[in-house]
């Protein structure tokens, strides 16, 4: 029987989609090796009969077109080389609003007064008199929003409805509320806050980005026993008040007032005629849509590990792990006396807590800001209340709590992020390396909350450079496809009539086009995000669809850089050659660019000057690069690839000739080199040299790196390809400042933003939560355990375990679509076991350090084979 990880779209629960063509797929019965054919159903009358096809992932639906809150029970059949499979288990998606003419609900808004941020109250009754037998709520908010039917709140999600460009795109959320409704009087309300639409955002952190005032629609839709339908929602009878909510931003921090909490405010009579009529709003339904990832969730509690009395009523709780979220404190506090509750990532003098580090000091803004990151309350009544606040989200190990006293089972920590699902898993015999991994996996967790965020505390924006980096990492960790696709349609509506990709997405209109930041987009490496992002979603997903979708996005990005190397030069180089040389046109070395951000010593101090810097050795790198890519993924889409190709061979000739010269590259950094042969800039002759070169300067800067953002990724890989897989190892194993180790010996739970994020003298510098430097860990999955995709998918993977650095074992998986691939390998004097387990429907390659090859079909595979001697055991397969 077929049955295995059934999926519409990206998604488990496919619950108000908006996809008129839903993909579908499936795993195939254990013990199978190959699909032959596979028939669909559904209960709308839809049946593919038999396809003969070896595909099982994101098969398009093309049976009857599908109705606003049309729900479709699905199953298939598959026919593999053991035979015809029986039907899998009824799955199902339902469908959202797909047209505007589907909303009757009206969008409403509280009278706002003054320059009070509450947390606004909007309730309205209704009545029912007959049995419900099937509920469905769609809401949105511009702000945050909170849903309450009867008292009880709305599903599971945080943050609702998600941050997004929202001049161009609205997620709407769809809720079963069908249990939920009862017999007579119901009341359906909402708390509504500021959130990512009106509170502080971005880099700056400005309000008021998208509007003045915060919003809610939501349309309630009933189905009853006698067949008869009726909706409610949104507009004339609506009222909103105010509670105990009396302030709530995302970066400064939620305030309450529990004496003003107006007790069953969202339950059956509440008298709320004192509270004023909310007003109507036009604010239409064009940007309405659904959203392809997951929500934002609750993910766990974690329980500090200690905490500590700095004074009377006065306590500092440590959770032992820097996290995303906010906490729950039990409240001991008497009656209006407030408790503040600071967060922060690192300790200062006497224990106390410090966020000075955490002050954003861009060069646009007159003086650092302040950290924020406090939460207020003001309890009522006798002990035993609870305060959790959710409109806002910290970045944190360490909380202050003062006004109270707090034991260690007042205060735990609630992890808040995307739930994303996990797919990946790396451990080996090195506590230390483990400990790195587990701070790149927290870094993502803490960083993918509903947009991938650069950190958790400052500026909480979504920079495309550092999720380009870390997407292949990120997406052998955890399901990222329609995390990153949501994200990605953001970065398409915030890009510029002429192509510049914007440096955050979504990008608040302050640091955007109209903006005096606006000359700060664009820059090479953060705008190849367009290319870089969808590729690897293909790579890993085998989603074709996002490669269309993303390729007018992607042709404006590289006709912008292609036209810039074409019609611009930098003064600099205007200045050593008057008359431009021929490969000029090639040459992409106008415009700003962030180049290779935060590298060992060049750190930018006087920002004018780096700001006009010439960096097209790293530009031109990634007009090559990007280039190169699009021609692949024109070919994947039936595309026409020799523009692509032309112009990145046009750009590859370029940098050399313009960077290689007698063999020797310029500037001579790690950074150059490294992106040289991931590139692939370099011609073949030269690639050995160019390896050794960078050997060299690793050796040279005392076995350091001295690479920044863009390049640590590709680091540790060139160095393996180029046969220096020691000197890598070496770096790897790196424990004084910069490197890994020192980040994690120095008690880092998180990756840091800078390689000195923690100095010698315990200082903390910037953010402590970056995953950006993270990236390495694709080392740890492709070279030490040696797992790595050959086709979309992990359709057919390579197993090439590299063992160095004194490892004795490691164990990696990976849940692929088609399923979960096992590596382990363990070295016994000279002998090497690995056993390799390929999931059905996929094929493996082993390969071995004499270079022999071994085919792997689906089940359990054991080889053995000896380093000294490099020779091969036989393969055998296990029961």
Same mark, same amino acid.
């Given at each position: 029987?077929?049955?295995?990880?059934?999926?519409?779209?990206?998604?488990? /629960?496919?619950?108000?989609?908006?996809? =008129? +063509?839903?993909?579908?797929?499936?795993?195939? @019965? $254990?013990? *199978?090796?190959? #699909?032959?054919?596979?028939?669909?159903?559904?209960?709308?009358?839809?049946? /593919?009969?038999?396809?003969?096809?070896? =595909? +099982?992932?994101?098969?398009?639906?093309?049976? @009857? $077109?599908? *109705?606003?809150? #049309?729900?479709?029970?699905?199953?298939?059949?598959?026919?593999?080389?053991?035979?015809?499979?029986?039907?899998?288990?009824? +799955?199902?998606?339902?469908?959202?609003?797909?047209?505007?003419?589907?909303?009757?609900?009206?969008?409403?808004?509280?009278?706002?007064?003054?320059?009070?941020?509450?947390?606004?109250?909007?309730?309205?009754?209704?009545?029912?008199?007959?049995?419900?037998?099937?509920?469905?709520?769609?809401?949105?908010?511009?702000?945050?929003?909170?849903?309450?039917?009867?008292?009880?709140?709305?599903?599971?999600?945080?943050?609702?409805?998600?941050?997004?460009?929202?001049?161009?795109?609205?997620?709407v959320q769809t809720y079963n509320v069908t249990e939920m409704i009862g017999s007579g009087h119901n009341v359906l309300g909402a708390i509504l806050a500021d959130g990512w639409f009106r509170g502080q955002t971005g880099a700056l952190r400005s309000t008021d980005q998208w509007g003045t005032e915060t919003a809610l629609l939501a349309q309630l839709h009933l189905w009853f026993a006698d067949g008869t339908e009726r909706t409610v929602g949104t507009g004339p009878g609506w009222r909103a008040g105010t509670g105990h909510v009396r302030s709530a931003d995302l970066i400064a921090g939620e305030t309450w007032d529990l004496r003003q909490f107006p007790h069953g405010w969202n339950s059956a009579g509440f008298d709320d005629r004192g509270w004023p009529r909310a007003v109507p709003r036009d604010l239409g339904y064009a940007t309405l849509t659904d959203s392809p990832a997951p929500p934002v969730r609750r993910i766990e509690e974690v329980v500090p590990v200690a905490v500590t009395e700095l004074g009377p009523d006065r306590y500092v709780a440590d959770l032992g792990q820097n996290i995303n979220g906010w906490i729950r404190l039990g409240l001991r506090g008497a009656h209006g006396v407030p408790v503040e509750v600071t967060h922060a990532e690192a300790l200062g003098a006497g224990g106390e807590v410090t966020t000075e580090h955490l002050r954003p000091a861009f060069p646009f803004l007159p003086e650092p800001l302040p950290a924020g990151m406090v939460d207020v309350v003001v309890p009522a009544g006798p002990a035993g209340a609870t305060f959790e606040p959710r409109r806002t989200t910290h970045g944190f190990r360490y909380v202050r709590v003062e006004g109270q006293q707090v034991g260690p089972d007042d205060v735990r920590g609630i992890v808040v992020h995307t739930d994303l699902r996990r797919t990946g898993w790396f451990a080996c015999s090195d506590d230390r390396i483990n400990r790195l991994h587990e701070a790149a996996v927290w870094s993502l967790r803490d960083n993918a909350c509903d947009i991938p965020t650069d950190c958790p505390q400052r500026e909480r924006a979504g920079w495309t450079g550092d999720w380009q980096v870390f997407v292949p990492a990120a997406a052998f960790l955890y399901d990222v496809a329609g995390f990153s696709t949501k994200w990605l349609r953001d970065v398409a509506a915030d890009q510029w009539p002429d192509g510049t990709v914007a440096n955050m997405s979504p990008c608040p209109p302050a640091e955007g086009r109209d903006s005096r930041m606006a000359m700060l987009n664009g820059s090479a490496g953060w705008g190849d995000a367009v290319v870089i992002v969808p590729w690897q979603l293909y790579r890993s997903y085998g989603d074709e669809r996002i490669l269309a979708e993303m390729w007018p996005v992607m042709e404006a990005w590289i006709g912008r850089a292609a036209s810039m190397a074409r019609t611009r030069r930098h003064p600099e180089r205007v200045a050593r050659r008057p008359v431009a040389a021929p490969h000029e046109a090639y040459l992409w070395d106008s415009g700003f660019h962030w180049g290779e951000w935060l590298a060992p010593g060049e750190e930018p101090g006087d920002f004018p000057s780096?700001?006009?810097?010439?960096?097209?050795?790293?530009?031109?790198?990634?007009?090559?690069?990007?280039?190169?890519?699009?021609?692949?993924?024109?070919?994947?889409?039936?595309?026409?690839?020799?523009?692509?190709?032309?112009?990145?061979?046009?750009?590859?000739?370029?940098?050399?000739?313009?960077?290689?010269?007698?063999?020797?590259?310029?500037?001579?950094?790690?950074?150059?080199?490294?992106?040289?042969?991931?590139?692939?800039?370099?011609?073949?002759?030269?690639?050995?040299?160019?390896?050794?070169?960078?050997?060299?300067?690793?050796?040279?800067?005392?076995?350091?790196?001295?690479?920044?953002?863009?390049?640590?990724?590709?680091?540790?890989?060139?160095?393996?390809?180029?046969?220096?897989?020691?000197?890598?190892?070496?770096?790897?194993?790196?424990?004084?400042?910069?490197?890994?180790?020192?980040?994690?010996?120095?008690?880092?739970?998180?990756?840091?933003?800078?390689?000195?994020?923690?100095?010698?003298?315990?200082?903390?510098?910037?953010?402590?939560?970056?995953?950006?430097?993270?990236?390495?860990?694709?080392?740890?999955?492709?070279?030490?355990?040696?797992?790595?995709?050959?086709?979309?998918?992990?359709?057919?993977?390579?197993?090439?375990?590299?063992?160095?650095?004194?490892?004795?074992?490691?164990?990696?998986?990976?849940?692929?679509?088609?399923?979960?691939?096992?590596?382990?390998?363990?070295?016994?004097?000279?002998?090497?076991?690995?056993?390799?387990?390929?999931?059905?429907?996929?094929?493996?390659?082993?390969?071995?350090?004499?270079?022999?090859?071994?085919?792997?079909?689906?089940?359990?595979?054991?080889?053995?084979?000896?380093?000294?001697?490099?020779?091969?055991?036989?393969?055998?397969?296990?029961?």
């Amino acid at each position: 029987m077929t049955g295995r990880a059934l999926r519409v779209e990206h998604l488990a /629960t496919a619950l108000g989609i908006h996809v =008129r +063509s839903p993909r579908l797929s499936w795993q195939l @019965p $254990a013990g *199978a090796a190959r #699909q032959i054919g596979y028939r669909l159903r559904g209960d709308n009358g839809w049946d /593919t009969g038999r396809v003969s096809s070896d =595909r +099982s992932v994101l098969i398009p639906y093309d049976g @009857p $077109a599908l *109705a606003s809150e #049309q729900r479709v029970t699905w199953q298939v059949k598959v026919w593999t080389d053991r035979g015809e499979h029986g039907w899998s288990p009824p +799955s199902w998606w339902e469908m959202g609003l797909l047209a505007e003419n589907d909303w009757s609900a009206a969008w409403i808004a509280p009278e706002t007064a003054g320059t009070d941020r509450p947390g606004y109250l909007l309730r309205s009754a209704f009545e029912t008199t007959q049995p419900v037998v099937r509920a469905r709520l769609h809401i949105t908010a511009h702000g945050l929003y909170e849903a309450f039917l009867n008292g009880e709140r709305v599903g599971d999600a945080e943050l609702t409805p998600g941050f997004t460009q929202y001049r161009s795109r609205l997620q709407v959320q769809t809720y079963n509320v069908t249990e939920m409704i009862g017999s007579g009087h119901n009341v359906l309300g909402a708390i509504l806050a500021d959130g990512w639409f009106r509170g502080q955002t971005g880099a700056l952190r400005s309000t008021d980005q998208w509007g003045t005032e915060t919003a809610l629609l939501a349309q309630l839709h009933l189905w009853f026993a006698d067949g008869t339908e009726r909706t409610v929602g949104t507009g004339p009878g609506w009222r909103a008040g105010t509670g105990h909510v009396r302030s709530a931003d995302l970066i400064a921090g939620e305030t309450w007032d529990l004496r003003q909490f107006p007790h069953g405010w969202n339950s059956a009579g509440f008298d709320d005629r004192g509270w004023p009529r909310a007003v109507p709003r036009d604010l239409g339904y064009a940007t309405l849509t659904d959203s392809p990832a997951p929500p934002v969730r609750r993910i766990e509690e974690v329980v500090p590990v200690a905490v500590t009395e700095l004074g009377p009523d006065r306590y500092v709780a440590d959770l032992g792990q820097n996290i995303n979220g906010w906490i729950r404190l039990g409240l001991r506090g008497a009656h209006g006396v407030p408790v503040e509750v600071t967060h922060a990532e690192a300790l200062g003098a006497g224990g106390e807590v410090t966020t000075e580090h955490l002050r954003p000091a861009f060069p646009f803004l007159p003086e650092p800001l302040p950290a924020g990151m406090v939460d207020v309350v003001v309890p009522a009544g006798p002990a035993g209340a609870t305060f959790e606040p959710r409109r806002t989200t910290h970045g944190f190990r360490y909380v202050r709590v003062e006004g109270q006293q707090v034991g260690p089972d007042d205060v735990r920590g609630i992890v808040v992020h995307t739930d994303l699902r996990r797919t990946g898993w790396f451990a080996c015999s090195d506590d230390r390396i483990n400990r790195l991994h587990e701070a790149a996996v927290w870094s993502l967790r803490d960083n993918a909350c509903d947009i991938p965020t650069d950190c958790p505390q400052r500026e909480r924006a979504g920079w495309t450079g550092d999720w380009q980096v870390f997407v292949p990492a990120a997406a052998f960790l955890y399901d990222v496809a329609g995390f990153s696709t949501k994200w990605l349609r953001d970065v398409a509506a915030d890009q510029w009539p002429d192509g510049t990709v914007a440096n955050m997405s979504p990008c608040p209109p302050a640091e955007g086009r109209d903006s005096r930041m606006a000359m700060l987009n664009g820059s090479a490496g953060w705008g190849d995000a367009v290319v870089i992002v969808p590729w690897q979603l293909y790579r890993s997903y085998g989603d074709e669809r996002i490669l269309a979708e993303m390729w007018p996005v992607m042709e404006a990005w590289i006709g912008r850089a292609a036209s810039m190397a074409r019609t611009r030069r930098h003064p600099e180089r205007v200045a050593r050659r008057p008359v431009a040389a021929p490969h000029e046109a090639y040459l992409w070395d106008s415009g700003f660019h962030w180049g290779e951000w935060l590298a060992p010593g060049e750190e930018p101090g006087d920002f004018p000057s780096f700001v006009a810097a010439d960096k097209s050795d790293v530009a031109t790198a990634y007009l090559a690069h990007s280039a190169g890519l699009m021609a692949h993924i024109a070919a994947v889409i039936g595309r026409d690839p020799a523009p692509y190709a032309a112009l990145a061979s046009g750009a590859r000739d370029a940098w050399q000739r313009e960077f290689l010269a007698a063999g020797d590259l310029t500037p001579d950094t790690q950074a150059n080199h490294v992106r040289a042969l991931a590139f692939d800039l370099v011609p073949r002759p030269l690639r050995q040299s160019t390896g050794d070169r960078l050997a060299a300067l690793v050796e040279k800067a005392g076995t350091h790196l001295a690479t920044g953002f863009l390049a640590t990724p590709d680091l540790l890989p060139v160095l393996a390809e180029a046969g220096h897989l020691d000197v890598a190892y070496r770096l790897l194993f790196q424990d004084t400042v910069p490197s890994w180790l020192a980040m994690i010996d120095r008690g880092a739970t998180t990756m840091w933003e800078r390689w000195d994020g923690i100095d010698e003298a315990g200082v903390p510098h910037e953010s402590l939560n970056h995953y950006a430097k993270g990236a390495v860990v694709s080392f740890l999955h492709r070279y030490v355990a040696g797992l790595s995709e050959l086709s979309p998918g992990y359709r057919t993977f390579r197993v090439r375990p590299r063992p160095g650095g004194g490892l004795t074992w490691s164990h990696a998986a990976h849940e692929t679509p088609y399923g979960r691939i096992e590596v382990r390998w363990s070295v016994t004097g000279g002998q090497v076991d690995l056993s390799v387990s390929v999931p059905p429907g996929t094929t493996a390659e082993a390969v071995l350090p004499d270079g022999t090859t071994r085919r792997l079909t689906p089940g359990e595979h054991h080889v053995t084979y000896y380093q000294s001697l490099l020779t091969a055991g036989t393969v055998e397969t296990l029961s």
